[in-house]
């Protein structure tokens, strides 16, 4: 089987949102270790929201998407919130600690589209928002200020950081992604 090759784009939004896309992240050895850290440095011991479309499990077995089709709303269950909105999709809160953070792989995996961030926003908000989550770009919860930072893993395996540069470093920001998934094709 061929390997995946992983790229790496960055855009700068007319709006004024930089997005970063890690392309096939899901595909490389390192992947939940990498997603664990910048998930650590960006939201950990603080409350974070969730955004469900879809399930996918395409990286899992089938006992596997079994058995986190349990696991996943018992987890946000027991220190947050989960509720189902419509047949394709489904919100979550909770406030990440260390475990939370190694499980959040998983949750990648079994879902066809994960949004996360650290809201600036209140929870009914949120879901009303989510509830047209197609109506919208993923860039509009930074640009409608709901979160300062928001990662987004989608389609089986592509990373997205999407962050307002006037609360984050676009270096800094840069240089964690390219400390976990190198530079070598990185298109700016």
Same mark, same amino acid.
């Given at each position: @089987?061929?390997?995946?090759?992983?790229?790496? &784009?960055e855009?700068?939004?007319y709006?004024?949102?930089?997005?970063?896309?890690?392309?096939?992240?899901r595909?490389?050895?390192?992947? *939940?270790?990498a997603?664990?850290?910048?998930?650590?440095?960006?939201l950990?011991?603080?409350e974070?929201?969730?955004?469900f *479309?879809?399930? /996918?499990? @395409?990286?899992?077995s089938?006992?596997e998407?079994?058995?986190?089709k349990?696991?996943?709303p018992?987890?946000?269950?027991?220190?947050?919130?989960?509720?189902?909105?419509? &047949?394709?999709?489904?919100?979550?809160?909770?406030?990440?600690?260390?475990?939370? *953070?190694?499980?959040?792989?998983?949750?990648? /995996?079994?879902?066809?589209e994960?949004? @996360?961030?650290?809201?600036?926003?209140?929870? &009914?908000?949120?879901?009303?928002?989510?509830?047209?989550?197609?109506?919208?770009r993923?860039? &509009? %919860? %930074?640009?409608?200020?709901?979160?300062?930072v928001?990662?987004?893993?989608?389609?089986?395996?592509?990373?997205?950081?999407?962050? /307002?540069p006037?609360?984050?470093?676009?270096?800094? %920001?840069?240089?964690?992604?390219?400390?976990?998934?190198?530079?070598s094709? @990185?298109?700016?």
């Amino acid at each position: @089987m061929k390997k995946r090759q992983i790229t790496i &784009e960055e855009y700068k939004n007319y709006a004024g949102t930089h997005t970063i896309i890690i392309n096939n992240a899901r595909y490389q050895e390192s992947f *939940c270790n990498a997603i664990e850290s910048i998930i650590k440095s960006f939201l950990l011991d603080k409350e974070v929201y969730f955004g469900f *479309c879809r399930t /996918d499990g @395409m990286n899992l077995s089938l006992e596997e998407q079994k058995e986190l089709k349990n696991k996943i709303p018992i987890f946000f269950q027991n220190d947050g919130n989960f509720q189902v909105l419509s &047949e394709y999709l489904s919100v979550a809160r909770s406030k990440l600690n260390n475990y939370s *953070c190694s499980f959040i792989p998983l949750i990648f /995996d079994y879902y066809l589209e994960t949004i @996360m961030f650290n809201p600036k926003v209140d929870w &009914e908000n949120f879901k009303e928002y989510y509830l047209s989550y197609q109506e919208h770009r993923f860039d &509009e %919860i %930074i640009l409608n200020h709901f979160a300062y930072v928001l990662f987004y893993y989608f389609d089986s395996g592509d990373f997205l950081i999407c962050y /307002d540069p006037k609360i984050y470093n676009s270096k800094d %920001i840069r240089s964690m992604v390219e400390l976990f998934w190198g530079n070598s094709r @990185m298109n700016y």
